[in-house]
């Protein structure tokens, strides 16, 4: 079993649609989690960054973190065809060393 | 632009052969991580230096081999290639020795045939 578990789509969803995308995670430890952002042929980015649970909204994108369930959520609100890209999801121990572990995405396309 | 800058961007090579990949992190970063990314594993840690000390190690292979030099450039050797070596290297850096923020370059095509 990955320490990390993500659906890999793809998910296609029409132009202004509320997308939910999700990770499942089964080390306890965790505290760090983090979403990014990775267009085709480019370097992941990062979206969204989260410390233990709760939830955390910017703009259009809210980050969820269920840490009783180990499960992390991304919204997008009002979604775009510029939101076309692969999620993925990452989380840390933190503490003295940062070793992420990652999810292995979810392909998401907004249809115009 | 994140500020991190990796060369080659694509890197054809034969099997047997070695590579090395280069990386310069963004300016003030003083760790510089490397992630192995295919498309039935995913982005996968190898190895993470700070400040020019191997501070976290991955899923390395012994074939493979990284440092950091004095002006924080880092380099990824990769020697002995197999088909299966072929993927997308990235480099990332951050701020700190774990800061949880990283910020990736654009990648490394390597294709091994």
């Known amino acids: 079993q990955k320490e990390v578990e993500q659906d890999p789509g793809p998910l296609s969803v029409p132009e202004g649609a509320i997308v939910s995308l999700n990770c499942t995670y089964s080390?306890?430890?965790?505290?760090?989690f983090m979403w990014y952002r990775q267009y085709s042929r480019k370097g992941p980015e990062l979206l969204m960054y989260?410390?233990?649970?709760g939830n955390k909204e910017d703009g259009r994108f809210t980050a969820q973190v269920d840490k009783s369930s180990k499960y992390i959520s991304l919204f997008i609100r009002d979604s775009q065809p510029s939101d076309s890209a692969t999620y993925l999801c990452?989380?840390?121990?933190?503490?003295?060393?940062?070793?992420?572990?990652f999810g292995t995405g979810t392909l998401l396309a907004v249809q115009p | 632009d994140s500020g991190v800058t990796q060369t080659p961007k694509h890197l054809i090579t034969a099997t047997g052969q070695r590579v090395t990949l280069r990386c310069s992190p963004r300016?003030?970063?003083?760790?510089v991580y490397w992630y192995q990314q295919s498309l039935d594993q995913g982005l996968q840690f190898l190895i993470q230096?700070?400040?020019?000390?191997?501070?976290a190690k991955g899923n390395i292979l012994e074939r493979f081999s990284a440092q950091q030099f004095p002006d924080l450039h880092s380099e990824l050797n990769l020697s002995s290639l197999e088909l299966g070596d072929s993927a997308l290297y990235f480099c990332?850096?951050?701020?700190?020795?774990?800061?949880?923020?990283?910020?990736f370059g654009s990648g490394t095509q390597l294709s091994v045939l």
């Open positions: 990332a850096s951050s701020s700190g020795p774990a800061n949880e923020k990283l910020f």
């Open positions: 080390n306890s430890a965790f505290q760090y």
């Open positions: 989260t410390y233990s649970s």
């Open positions: 990452a989380m840390t121990l933190g503490g003295a060393t940062n070793k992420l572990i």
């Open positions: 300016s003030g970063d003083l760790s």
């Open positions: 230096y700070y400040n020019g000390e191997e501070r």
